[in-house]
């Protein structure tokens, strides 16, 4: 009787620990509010943002060039120690892509990592990173959006093995590493380094590459922007703190103009997966570059 007894609380307890993680870790969506002062979306910011956050890179056909790079018809793998994981069609199409979407849901996709129906979005689209971006730029970058040609492409499915397959243990994931604290804290930074701060780990997600992953997936902050493998198994993606063999002989202007040319100040040139990255930079204005710059050489060296 005993041995009984003692076997229901723990079925009872499990029960009620599976139901306290399922209510502590359910898809999140933002207050109606905080979108429905947003106003009329200011269309060339939105430009601007798109460009920082290299929404193209992963969102155009693989191989898009010139014009299409702006049909955002999705489909591109991006290979992960997860398994692979499709980039989805985010043009303004309204069965494809997102064009039945509204604000709200946008925005809950980019700040809550919630998708239109309620789901865990997976953390390959990098939430973990726009949840620092303003409510202003997320309304500018969703009207842009709208104003992009349709597609009709349906991407794959994500190709994920078990466990990675179940979206209910994105929520525990959530709770461990979605937040909109600073990754660092910069003691005195002047306005330029803010906004430097600001693109580099709201929109822009450089730390999604530059920053290693533990075991579980999420960004280890202590080493942040410190450089590690290369999530899709080739090679390592560089250091750009200011350390020696970083950053750190490099000056602010050298960073800025890398940023808009793709040439080092030895004459190298951008290689690999920070062409397409270099190439949304150099859209940018010449202020955002500089502001990029100060930051990178502002943050700790790792």
Not at 124 to 131: D, E, L, N
Not at 187 to 198: F, H
Not at 228 to 237: A, S
Request: glycine share 14%; proline share 8%; with cysteine.
């Amino acid at each position: 009787m005993a041995l009984k007894k003692l076997l229901g609380g723990i079925v009872v307890l499990g029960a009620l620990g599976a139901g306290a993680f399922v209510f502590l870790t359910a898809p999140e969506r933002l207050p109606a509010e905080t979108w429905a002062a947003a106003g009329e979306p200011d269309l060339a910011n939105g430009e601007r943002i798109f460009h920082a956050g290299g929404c193209s890179s992963c969102h155009a056909a693989p191989g898009a060039a010139d014009d299409q790079k702006l049909v955002l018809a999705g489909g591109l793998a991006l290979k992960s120690p997860f398994g692979t994981f499709h980039a989805p069609n985010i043009s303004p199409d309204e069965t494809a892509g997102i064009g039945a979407w509204t604000l709200s849901e946008f925005g809950d996709a980019m700040k809550r990592g919630t998708g239109r129906d309620g789901e865990h979005l997976y953390p390959s689209f990098p939430y973990a990173s726009y949840a620092r971006m303003t409510v202003k730029d997320i309304n500018d970058l969703y009207g842009y959006l709208k104003t992009l040609p349709k597609s009709t492409n349906v991407a794959p499915g994500h190709e994920l093995p078990f466990p990675f397959n179940i979206r209910l243990a994105l929520g525990g994931w959530k709770f461990l590493y979605l937040n909109e604290a600073p990754r660092v804290e910069l003691a005195n930074a002047d306005e330029t380094v803010k906004r430097g701060q600001y693109l580099v780990e709201g929109p822009g997600h450089c730390g999604e590459c530059h920053t290693p992953r533990d075991m579980l997936g999420g960004l280890k902050t202590d080493q942040w922007l410190a450089g590690g493998p290369n999530p899709e198994g080739e090679g390592r993606v560089p250091n750009i703190t200011p350390a020696e063999g970083g950053f750190g002989s490099w000056s602010a202007g050298d960073i800025a103009n890398y940023l808009e040319t793709g040439f080092t100040p030895d004459f190298d040139s951008v290689g690999g997966a920070m062409v397409s990255v270099q190439k949304n930079m150099a859209q940018l204005p010449k202020e955002d570059r500089d502001a990029i710059a100060a930051y990178l050489k502002a943050i700790p060296v790792r």
